[in-house]
Antibody, heavy 117, light 107 residues
Framework: QIHLEQSGAEVKKPGGSVKVSCKAS????????ITWVRQAPGQGLEWMGW????????YYGPILQGRVTMTADTSTNTAYMELKSLKFDDTAVYYC??????????WGQGTLVTVSS | DIQMTQSPSTLSASIGDRVTIICRAS??????LAWYRQNPGEAPKLLIS???NLESGVPSRFSGSGSGTEFTLTIAGLQPEDFATYYC?????????FGQGTKVEIK
């Protein structure tokens, strides 16, 4: 069955960086893009961007442009999202989803990233 | 960037009620619209894609309609698990965006 397993919770200091992983199984990794979405505590969903796992092309939302990098390792079927220059309001649950250009039908369990001094 | 606006922000209803949520896009997105339901503490669940296509396994009480800039999600006969937050998402371009969400509460 299709499954996306994300890395564990992280606590980071302002100005630092975090890298969240998303390991896919149960389907052909390069046939579907991976989308990243985040949700601050008590807030709505924010679309962050996606990576075409076949050719590595990335598409980022305007708010995080310049601070976020999405990559994919086709040898391990794992996608990564790195966020730099962390701010307090980057505290959120970060989700990966299989979808890319298309809606996400399968989601990871979410990774809580807390930015705290 | 395409902005998505949902209304209402909160909706109070009872089990068995029929409810409708509206989603408007800041420019035409044809029918490239999806609807999700998110229960507390869980990841979102895809309900509908391409404005009106029900995903496999999603109950038929959910339906979607619309095109261009105005879309609706209707739930015909609310069930306990439907008291949740609903989001629309456009995927017309390579850069997507979500509405701010509509919380369906128990009256």
């Amino acid at each position: 069955q299709i499954h996306l397993e994300q890395s564990g919770a992280e606590v980071k200091k302002p100005g630092g960086s975090v890298k969240v992983s998303c390991k896919a199984s149960g389907y052909t990794f390069v046939s579907h893009g991976i989308t990243w979405v985040r949700q601050a505590p008590g807030q709505g969903l924010e679309w962050m961007g996606w990576i075409n796992t076949y050719n590595g092309n990335t598409y980022y939302g305007p708010i995080l442009q310049g601070r976020v990098t999405m990559t994919a390792d086709t040898s391990t079927n794992t996608a990564y999202m790195e966020l730099k220059s962390l701010k307090f309001d980057d505290t959120a649950v970060y989700y990966c989803a299989r979808g890319g250009r298309w809606p996400g039908g399968y989601w990871g369990q979410g990774t809580l990233v807390t930015v705290s001094s | 960037d395409i902005q998505m606006t949902q209304s209402p922000s909160t909706l109070s209803a009872s089990i068995g009620d029929r409810v409708t949520i509206i989603c408007r896009a800041s420019e035409s997105i044809s029918d490239w619209l999806a609807w999700y339901r998110q229960n507390p503490g869980e990841a979102p669940k895809l309900l509908i894609s391409k404005a009106s296509n029900l995903e496999s396994g999603v109950p038929s009480r959910f339906s979607g309609s619309g095109s261009g800039t105005e879309f609706t999600l209707t739930i015909a006969g609310l069930q306990p698990e439907d008291f949740a937050t609903y989001y629309c998402q456009q995927y017309d371009s390579f850069v997507g965006s979500f509405g701010q969400g509509t919380k369906v509460e128990i009256k």
